[in-house]
């Protein structure tokens, strides 16, 4: 595989995993009660979507004029996120965080498998920044869920 092809490869495969947080975080905005959280899943969901849309210039830019623009079927990713569904629907905030936690730690793996990959230094500085932001979101979460466990 050329390294074109192997970097659009790691970049849709990234667009995918931002795709199932977007979802994700969309469907906890709307099972909690709480303005502030419903802020926060939104911010984040907001978040993926403009990442997204970043790493899909990039594979524009590499020679793929159809870059990935969904979330995944199949994966741990897809499946934290239907959690949340069921999590949503009895409205528990502490479920609703531990799944949408579950789902950042398949993002930062994510993230961490795609910085392993030979990447062009303007390509790896983008996911870099990101990377660094998806960590603190995923972090934000889990102190919200520990939070939600104390109470």
Same mark, same amino acid.
């Given at each position: 595989?050329?390294?074109?092809?192997?970097?659009?490869?790691?970049?849709?495969?990234?667009?995918?995993?931002?795709?199932?947080?977007?979802?994700?975080?969309?469907?906890?905005?709307?099972?909690?009660?709480?303005?502030?959280?419903?802020?926060?899943?939104?911010?984040?969901?907001?978040?993926?979507? @403009?990442? %997204?849309?970043?790493?899909?210039?990039?594979?524009?830019? *590499?020679? !793929?004029?159809?870059?990935?623009?969904? =979330?995944? $079927?199949?994966?741990?990713?897809?499946?934290?996120?239907?959690?949340? @569904?069921? %999590?949503?629907?009895?409205?528990?905030?502490?479920?609703? *965080?531990? !799944?949408?936690?579950?789902?950042?730690? =398949?993002? $930062?793996?994510?993230?961490?498998?795609?910085?392993?990959?030979?990447?062009?230094?303007?390509?790896?500085?983008?996911?870099?920044?990101?990377?660094?932001?998806?960590?603190?979101?995923?972090?934000?979460?889990?102190?919200?869920?520990?939070?939600?466990?104390?109470?």
């Amino acid at each position: 595989m050329s390294q074109n092809k192997e970097i659009i490869s790691t970049l849709n495969d990234l667009i995918e995993t931002l795709k199932d947080g977007q979802e994700g975080f969309k469907q906890s905005a709307s099972g909690v009660d709480d303005t502030q959280l419903k802020s926060t899943f939104d911010q984040l969901s907001l978040q993926r979507s @403009k990442f %997204a849309g970043e790493l899909q210039a990039e594979v524009v830019k *590499l020679g !793929e004029p159809d870059p990935e623009d969904s =979330s995944s $079927v199949t994966g741990a990713m897809h499946r934290t996120w239907i959690n949340i @569904k069921s %999590a949503v629907t009895n409205r528990d905030r502490h479920a609703i *965080l531990a !799944e949408a936690e579950r789902g950042e730690d =398949s993002a $930062v793996a994510a993230y961490k498998k795609a910085l392993e990959k030979d990447l062009s230094a303007p390509i790896k500085d983008i996911v870099m920044r990101q990377q660094t932001e998806v960590k603190a979101g995923h972090d934000k979460i889990r102190a919200l869920r520990d939070a939600a466990a104390q109470k």
